[in-house]
């Protein structure tokens, strides 16, 4: 057994699980293994109007280096949060109300005690997110500001048909609950991975991630981060000590949905390698998507936007902030700067595939550990 595993600042392994031949899954802090999204998958809106296991709300995602607050994404209240539980409220017909003066049948807006309470949570979140800005600009927090003020007034005030308005509640729940993880990022979790103190408690409350970098592990142990590192069995030595063996756990039915939307026929938003970042920026694209509803020169409802017709204000945020920082004289070696606040990370690159993981030394070691930033 283990009594600590902080000597080997993350390496060491609280639990670990066969993932296939060749592959394990290992955590330095978390108190079960969840089963990873492998391979090619098809993201699409589920039963509930989310992504199932596809979706950084529901499930712990591969992490996003431009997006690394994903993984600080509250849990579901049944587990932690009862505070927040409308946060993962799906709306039902009943709690639809038609509009008298629209002039067209059919269309209206949600009225019932769970709009109240995420009408509350926005005001909150608003105020706090303006005086942490105030404080520390971050053009992550600005844009999520953004989006979520932005979702909320759609969805308050323009009527539409149940299907439309069921989706926008769950868009607005999105971006609200990624703005809240951003702060909560920014202000609580960052700051302890370069602390020279030790490391934090796990925090059980939030979302965790998996990764293949033996670098984000670490320093998501010592921010407090559940974290799940994918690695090659050959790469767990004589110096690496296992508290336990488990097994994947994969998620509960009640938890999460993965049957399609009953009498809906939504499409496909992404279709690719399980680790790809477009994973997830295509199910922000889809959400704006549906917002471009006639060509107004032949009338005609365009229901697959090119990429000029639109771009993901997320999307269109995180690139100015690159393009700023590549403005910068910058020498990395085998990574990819990550702009935070006004500092610089630098985290090796996902592996493309999990057959590629055979081997998972980190690349710098090899040249030297070396990332120099200079302005």
């Known amino acids: ?3 600590s595993l902080e ?38 809106p589920r039963s509930d109007l989310r992504y199932g296991m596809d979706d950084a709300t529901l499930w712990p995602q591969f992490y996003i280096e431009q997006y690394p607050h994903l993984a600080a994404i509250r849990l579901n209240p049944k587990f932690a949060y009862a505070r927040y539980a409308e946060l993962w409220w799906t709306p039902l017909g009943r709690e639809f109300e038609e509009s008298k003066t629209a002039g067209v049948r059919g269309l209206g807006l949600f009225s019932c005690s769970e709009m109240t309470a995420l009408e509350r949570y926005k005001e909150d979140i ?23 003020t932005f979702s909320w007034v759609r969805l308050r005030y323009n009527v539409g048909k149940f299907e439309e308005k069921a989706l926008e509640v769950i868009e607005f729940q999105r971006n609200f609950l990624e703005l809240r993880a951003a702060l909560d990022y920014l ?19 939030i979302m965790g991630c998996f990764t293949f970098s033996p670098i984000i592990t670490q320093e998501f142990f010592a921010a407090g981060i559940p974290v799940w590192l994918i690695r090659s069995i050959d790469s767990i030595g004589t110096n690496i000590a296992i508290n336990k063996i488990v097994k994947v ?9 993965l049957g399609p939307r009953p009498n809906q026929n939504y499409p496909v938003v992404y279709r690719g390698p399980s680790e790809n970042p477009a994973r997830y920026i295509e199910q922000h694209k889809f959400s704006r998507s549906r917002y471009i509803f006639f060509n107004p020169n032949n009338g005609v409802r365009v229901t697959k936007p090119t990429d000029d017709q639109f771009e993901s204000l997320e999307v269109e945020s995180h690139t100015q902030s690159l393009r700023s920082l590549q403005s910068k004289p910058t020498i990395t070696i085998g990574a990819k700067p990550c702009m935070w606040g006004k500092k610089t990370l630098f985290n090796c690159a996902l592996t493309k595939h999990i057959s590629q993981t055979t081997h998972l030394e980190d690349p710098r070691r090899k040249k030297g550990r070396l990332a120099e930033t200079s302005s």
């Open 7 to 44: 000597a080997t600042n993350g390496m060491d392994a609280r639990l670990a699980a066969n993932l296939c031949r060749g592959v394990v899954i290992t955590t330095p802090n978390a108190d079960f293994i969840p089963q990873p999204r492998l391979g090619t998958v098809e993201v699409f």
């Open 249 to 257: 756990r994969p998620p509960m039915a009640e938890s999460i949905c």
């Open 187 to 205: 202000i609580e979790y960052f700051p302890r991975m370069h602390s020279q103190t030790s490391r934090a408690a796990v925090s059980s409350s």
């Open 126 to 148: 608003l105020r706090e997110s303006k005086e942490q800005l105030m404080r520390t600009p971050s053009i992550t927090i600005s844009s999520a500001r953004v989006v979520t």
């Open 1 to 3: 057994m283990v009594d």
